[in-house]
């Protein structure tokens, strides 16, 4: 009788999404919460700051400008009004809508511990041992290597190298950065730390959110005197008076409708912006396929615009960290011809 009930559960729970494991083959991360999922401290001051409010006056004014700007570039396919909460607002470097930090395995503390060891031997800028993070805005972060490490450090650190390896963009004096879809300025934040040569790294984004908690970030961390944020309204005339070396776009178009990604790439080849950066999702084929959240592809929307993809490797060069890796993706970098 036991043998046919085992028999059972392991036939019924595998159709329902699950299946019954022996403790002993499992890790202990795997069945105690409290260590695979990361420190997160949701009430340090940066959390309670009265600025990261809904009501916020300046907020408002970007929901109304953004509103009333081309519609072509607006409208949402993911990111309908709303969809920021008033929490997310003053934790958002917490919240998974902007990084994906918790639930699934490559999200938790084997995950990251790979991705940290990996840079240890691939981190040719040495980017490890100047860079690092603190607790700010309820970000979740792991003990590996005797510190603390976060999806935010570990990803820009990548993004970093891989921009480096292609284009040699630290050895240009004063080249500027245009990050679409920017999100609350990880990346440019990072990129200041980064590149001593660095002239602009400009923000921008379709979400009003994004953007008011951008300028607040950038601000927190002490990097606007070269990490610009350009509301979305502003982008075409900044663009026209700014050079763009490269514009780089991670997990945003997968999020985006196929008509603002055709808007973006005519804005960019009209501005000549030699060089495009994608990271998609990896929803789809592992993140090797361009695709939008439901399947489409975009990859045809940045070629009609004189982009060609001339590489496209995958986040991660060793197989097994490819499949078991923090969040692996494919980058896809295009030109301009």
């Known amino acids: 009788m036991k043998q046919a009930i085992w028999d059972f559960l392991y036939r019924f729970f595998p159709d329902h999404g699950h299946h019954l494991m022996p403790s002993a083959a499992l890790y202990d991360w795997q069945t105690k919460p409290e260590l695979g999922t990361g420190s997160v401290v949701t009430d340090g001051p940066e959390t309670k700051d009265s600025r990261l409010q809904p009501d916020n006056p300046r907020l408002a004014e970007l929901r109304k400008r953004y509103a009333e700007f081309d519609k072509q570039a607006t409208t949402p396919l993911v990111w309908s009004p709303g969809r920021v909460t008033a929490e997310e607002l003053r934790g958002f470097r917490g919240a998974d809508i902007y990084v994906w930090q918790s639930g699934g395995l490559q999200y938790g503390l084997m995950a990251h ?17 100047r860079m690092d993070d603190d607790a700010a805005f309820a970000v979740r972060r792991f003990d590996v290597g005797n510190r603390k490490v976060s999806r935010d450090l570990l990803d820009s650190i990548l993004e970093i190298n891989f921009i480096e390896r292609e284009l040699g963009l630290s050895k240009k004096p004063g080249f500027n950065i245009l990050d679409i879809g920017a999100g609350y300025g990880r990346l440019a934040h990072r990129m200041v730390q980064a590149m001593p040569m660095l002239g602009k790294h400009l923000c921008t984004d379709a979400v009003p959110e994004s953007t008011f908690i951008c300028e607040h970030y950038l601000g927190h961390r002490g990097v606007t005197d070269k990490a610009q944020v350009v509301p979305l309204d502003e982008i075409e005339r900044t663009l026209a008076a ?31 912006v030699p060089w495009l950066l994608v990271c998609p999702n990896a929803k789809h084929d592992a993140g090797r396929h361009l695709g939008v959240e439901d399947g489409r592809g975009f990859k045809g929307e940045i070629e009609k615009h004189g982009y060609r993809l001339v590489k496209m490797v995958p986040k991660f060069d060793d197989p097994v960290l490819q499949a078991y890796g923090l969040d692996p993706s494919y980058f896809h970098l295009f030109q301009l011809q």
């Open 113 to 129: 511990a790979l991705a940290y060891h990996y840079l240890r031997s691939h981190d040719e800028l040495g980017l490890l041992d």
């Open 242 to 272: 700014t050079p763009v070396d490269l514009a780089v776009n991670i997990h945003s178009f997968s999020e985006c409708s196929l008509e603002a990604i055709d808007w973006w790439a005519k804005l960019l080849a009209t501005n000549r």
